[in-house]
Structures are given as structure tokens and as C-alpha cells.
């Protein structure tokens, strides 16, 4: 597969191309605020989502592991950021999307989480 950066583009182009099809409205791809990033900001049913993505290849990955305690902070701080400049009533969640390709040349996993606390 290709360097790690352009295997973490592709995870996430394949995230927006998941949330496009299911009617998300991606209003940023790889925002950033000094240095607190967002793969993906989205928009559906008058809720924002900051979407973290996690790609990995293998058999035994869980990508889900990857979200950890500084993580999710920085989504956190990410979003108040984010905020400031784009002020709304919407309530706002944060979903994860996992993408795990368990062998080549087979068709990747698409795991959807609502709640990036709840892994």
C-alpha cells in the first residue's frame, strides 16, 4: 500500500464519499486550529458532526483503539474552536468512522460509531 499519509487520505476520502452517500453535508475535510485538527466537519439534519477517521490495514487492527484520552480533547477543543468561528445553535456530535482493509485487494470495512466517548 502507499506511504501512511496518502493510506490516511485515501481512509478518509472513502469516509466522505460514506457520508455523502447517506446525506451528510461535509462543510470541512482536515480542519485546523492551531494545533487541533478535524478529519471531517458534516452537517445533516440540523446537527454538526466532527468526524474523527481511523484507518489501519491488517487482520487483527481495531482501529477504534487509536481514539484515546488526548484524542478526544483535542476533537473537544477542536469543535469550541470551530465554534467561536461559525456560531450555531446546532447541537453537535462526534461520530468515528473506522476503515480497516483485512487483506489486500479485498473490499474495505466501514465501521460507523456515534459517540467518539463511547469506544
Known amino acids: 500500500m502507499a506511504r501512511h499519509n496518502d493510506f490516511g487520505k485515501w481512509g478518509e476520502d472513502l469516509a ?3 457520508l455523502e452517500d447517506r446525506g451528510f453535508e461535509i462543510l470541512a475535510r482536515n480542519w485546523r486550529h492551531e494545533h487541533k485538527e478535524v478529519d471531517i ?3 445533516k439534519d ?3 458532526y ?3 477517521v481511523k484507518t489501519r490495514h491488517g487482520e487483527n487492527w481495531n ?3 487509536a481514539i484515546d484520552s ?4 483535542l476533537l473537544w477543543r477542536a469543535m469550541m474552536a470551530w465554534k467561536l ?3 450555531s445553535p446546532m447541537p453537535v456530535r462526534y461520530p468515528v468512522i473506522a476503515i480497516v482493509i483485512h487483506e489486500p485487494g479485498t ?3 466501514i465501521r460507523w460509531h456515534d459517540n467518539i466517548w463511547d469506544l
Do not use: C, D, M, S
Open 85 to 87: 468561528q461559525h456560531p
Open 63 to 65: 482501529a477504534e483503539e
Open 46 to 48: 440540523a446537527t454538526l
Open 50 to 52: 466532527f468526524v474523527e
Open 16 to 18: 466522505a464519499k460514506y
Open 107 to 109: 473490499q474495505p470495512e
Open 70 to 73: 488526548k484524542k478526544r480533547t
Open 41 to 43: 466537519i458534516a452537517q
